[in-house]
């Protein structure tokens, strides 16, 4: 019975459902974090709405005006540095949350574009330019130049590793809901 | 024209769709994570010992939130005399290893792709962390 119901629930939704029950365990297990988790949540959900908005926009552009043999040429094989550049930059300057951003990016490896691009737009996430002034507040200004400059390169480094390490393994967009 | 605009509206929308409960589904466990860890006790996990930086690396990767949060709580522990080198750690891991996100990392693109990218994210703030606070020291900053 339960197999059969798992079964006709798609994975997402599974996940989703685990989620839901393992935060009703813990609110019934700590009541007294109840109120501050709704907050929490009710915040977050304010603070992603206007990114829901702009990587909707975003996808439905790339869908729109961007085929898949121009996915390639931009950020397939092919790509060269100016793939990178343009990874990296994406990743720098794209807001909000980095789970936002999985859709775009599961849709663009879909139409070519290369593991290690994917790899580096998703590390970049972590360098937040409106975020600087307050990094350089608490840690100063060396901090900020050193952390991002070396985050850039580690991106590039992660990307080749993982793109390599992903071919050796056979990745065949195993597991992947879409 | 027009039904070019409608296929990409429509596959926008399908490609949303599905993703919509694997992003609730983070949003609630990352509400969770930090209802139930304040960022108070943070502080209370580093002993002050070698230790440090592998704590900063660990609760960095596991906690998560807006990385405004992690830059708040690295400069408190600073202030509590927490190393510069497990401070670092800390806020490294926070912002690029995603533990609570994994399950929809790799639900949406692949395990094995998820897995290798937080496992290098993982090595890579070590990494990061050591040439950070090295170049910092011979800079005298810190």
New interface residues.
Partial sequence: MFIKIKEKI????Q??I???L??AI?SII?PA??G???K??YN??L??LPVFAL??AF??IF??FLTPKRIIKILGKKSGFRGWVLAILLGIMSSG????W??L???L?DEGMR?SL??AF??NR?I?IP?MP??I????L??LI??SV??IL?SV??GY??EI??IK?G?K?????? | MKNKFLIALKKTWNQFRQSLPIIFGVLLLISLIQALIPSERYASLFSGNFLDPLIGSAVGSIASGNPVTSYIIGGELLKNDVSMIAVTAFVVSWVTVGVIQFPAESLMLGKRFALTRNILALISSVVITIFTATILKILNVY
């Fill in positions: 798609s994975t997402n939704w996940f989703f685990v989620s839901v393992i935060s813990l700590f974090s109840f501050q988790f709704l929490i949540f977050l959900l603070n992603i990587v909707f996808i439905f869908d729109l949350p980095v789970y936002m999985y859709p990016v599961d849709e490896r593991d994917a790899i998703l590390y972590a937040k975020l307050m990094i507040f608490y840690f100063g060396p901090f050193i952390m070396l985050m580690f480094i992660n590793v993982g390490l992903l393994f990745e967009n195993e597991n992947r809901s879409s």
